[in-house]
Each structure stands twice: as C-alpha cells, then as structure tokens.
C-alpha cells in the first residue's frame, strides 16, 4: 500500500504566494526560504490531518532541518524537471536572494477554498515571530515523522501512510484515503484525455 499524491503546480504557487503575501504585509519584508518551506509542511500536513488530503499534492522527505515539500523545494531552487511547471513558478515567485523569496505577480487564490486559505492564515500568524532556525526545530518536535538523514544523504522519504498513523489515523482509514486518492487521480486523467 503506497498512496500518492500529485502535484498541483498551480495550487502550490497560490499557496506560496499566501505564505509571501502574509510575510509582505506583517514584516515588510521577503521571506527566508527556509521559513516558507516549514509553514508550507505545516499547511500540508495540516490539511492532511483535517480533511484528508493535501493541498499541493507533494511528496513529503526528512531533511536536516526538518520536513521537506520535494518538489516545491526543487521548484524554490529552479531545478523542477517539468520545464512548464518551473515557468509557472517562476513568473509569480523569485530565485533565492540571499537566501529569501518574494512575490513578483500575485496568482490569485483560485485554487484554495476558503478552509485552505483560513488554514494558510493559522500557520502564519502561530510561526509568524518564529527565527527560522527555532521554526525548523520545532518541527522537529512536533513531526515524529521526521527523522534525521544519516550523513551523506540529503533526504530520505516520508511516507504518506507514516504521517498519517502519527496523525492518528487507522488502517482502515489509510485504505480508504488511499483509495479516493486513486480514484481522483483517475478521474484526473480521464478528464485530460477527455479535452
């Protein structure tokens, strides 16, 4: 049993671009990338919590300082493989400045739901003050499902499934995310042949 998620490009930019917006308004400044890329596990994994699903659909991966969206972390260093996907990226977020990300062109929010965006706003204004380095720590505490890559390795995967036992959820629970998941995926791919 394995359940996977797909990226939503559009969805994770909206998602970002709420995170820098936030940051923008409150502290008037770009954000460190290491802050964005912990509130961005924390949504996530929130929303998994919640509702079942994730909001950006990423892979989840332990790094040293903490929990990791992958691709969102490969799209934040312009190093995404899907070209159109990093082009999307790229037109509403910026490269890394000294370690710091703003937003260029807002993407609007048509992909979040009013949950999501609510969820968006918690995460901030809880980590708001956070020193990016305490922000990583925490998770460290807070997500047992983080374990430290042994020396050498960048990151090691984090199961679906693993987050979803420490979230509480039962075996019986699992199988049926996982098989709406399927499900959505399918119907996903049905809908593209279908244009």
Same mark, same amino acid.
């Given at each position: 049993?394995?359940?996977?998620?797909?990226?939503?490009?559009?969805?994770?930019?909206?998602?970002?671009?709420?995170?820098?917006?936030?940051?923008?308004?409150?502290?008037?400044?770009?954000?460190?990338?290491? &802050? %964005?890329?912990?509130?961005?596990?924390?949504?996530? !994994?929130?929303?998994? $919590?919640?509702?079942?699903?994730?909001?950006?659909? #990423?892979?989840?991966?332990?790094?040293?300082?903490?929990?990791?969206?992958?691709?969102?972390?490969?799209?934040?260093?312009?190093?995404?493989?899907?070209?159109?996907?990093?082009?999307?990226?790229?037109?509403?977020?910026?490269?890394?400045?000294?370690?710091?990300?703003?937003?260029?062109?807002?993407?609007?929010?048509? &992909? %979040?739901?009013?949950?999501?965006?609510?969820?968006? !706003?918690?995460?901030? $204004?809880?980590?708001?003050?956070?020193?990016?380095? #305490?922000?990583?720590?925490?998770?460290?505490?807070?997500?047992?499902?983080?374990?430290?890559?042994?020396?050498?390795?960048?990151?090691?995967?984090?199961?679906?499934?693993?987050?979803?036992?420490?979230?509480?959820?039962?075996?019986?629970?699992?199988?049926?995310?996982?098989?709406?998941?399927?499900?959505?995926?399918?119907?996903?791919?049905?809908?593209?042949?279908?244009?």
């Amino acid at each position: 049993m394995s359940i996977k998620f797909q990226l939503r490009p559009q969805k994770s930019v909206q998602v970002a671009a709420m995170f820098l917006k936030l940051e923008q308004l409150y502290k008037k400044q770009p954000m460190h990338h290491l &802050k %964005l890329m912990k509130m961005l596990y924390m949504a996530d !994994r929130r929303s998994l $919590e919640q509702i079942e699903t994730t909001m950006t659909g #990423d892979r989840y991966v332990s790094m040293e300082f903490g929990p990791v969206l992958s691709n969102v972390y490969n799209l934040i260093k312009g190093e995404y493989s899907d070209a159109n996907d990093q082009a999307l990226w790229s037109t509403h977020i910026s490269p890394r400045c000294i370690h710091r990300i703003t937003l260029l062109k807002d993407p609007g929010n048509s &992909k %979040l739901c009013e949950f999501e965006e609510d969820l968006i !706003r918690d995460i901030y $204004e809880e980590y708001k003050d956070w020193d990016r380095f #305490d922000l990583a720590e925490e998770t460290h505490k807070l997500f047992p499902e983080w374990e430290k890559p042994p020396e050498g390795i960048g990151s090691i995967p984090i199961k679906i499934e693993t987050t979803l036992r420490y979230i509480g959820k039962t075996a019986e629970d699992i199988q049926e995310i996982e098989e709406t998941v399927k499900y959505y995926i399918h119907q996903d791919r049905v809908l593209v042949h279908a244009h």
